[in-house]
């Protein structure tokens, strides 16, 4: 079955239940399989099912650990948008295969608009992201444009 077939198959059994299912396993995803049933109102081999098939369609793609960045060493975090210099898929993929490399680097993302790349970066302090921006980011000859937004706090966040 074609992807776009499986993807519209899938669709049609997306409803209250598993969106809840959804829900709850973002808020915890090591969560009982029988605490999950019946917060969502399912016998537990029901549940189980559900978030089998979700896993076998991709819908959840996987588990990971809520780290704390304080224990970490990390007490400086900054989106920084990248603009490009050249618009090649050349220079996109330099980019991108540098930025990979960059352990700094939590998240990249190609977006629209004026400047190409948003970037997520998290180090220890302002000292180590000097470094990371003027070592690191700076001397990519592809890039033209750097703007940092320091982040000051994070009353909502639901990554995981």
């Known amino acids: 079955m074609a992807p776009h077939q499986l993807f519209l198959q899938f669709m049609a059994k997306m409803d209250a239940i598993n969106e809840r299912i959804l829900q709850e396993l973002s808020r915890d995803g090591r969560q009982p399989n029988l605490e999950l049933a019946d917060r969502v109102g399912l016998s537990p081999s029901a549940c189980l099912r559900r ?14 650990a809520v780290l704390d960045p304080v224990a970490l060493g990390v007490g400086f975090v900054a989106y920084v948008t990248v603009g490009l210099n050249s618009h090649t898929k050349a220079a996109q993929e330099a980019f991108e295969r540098a930025v990979a490399r960059a352990p700094q680097v939590r998240e990249c993302h190609n977006v629209t608009g004026t400047i190409e790349y ?10 180590a ?14 890039v033209q444009a750097i703007t940092t937004f320091v982040v000051m706090g994070s009353p909502k966040d639901d990554r995981a």
């Open 51 to 64: 978030v089998q098939e979700l896993e076998r369609s991709g819908v959840i793609k996987g588990y990971r």
């Open 118 to 127: 948003l970037l997520r970066v998290e180090v220890a302090d302002l000292a």
């Open 129 to 142: 992201y000097k470094h990371w921006h003027t070592e690191v980011l700076g001397v990519l000859p592809q």
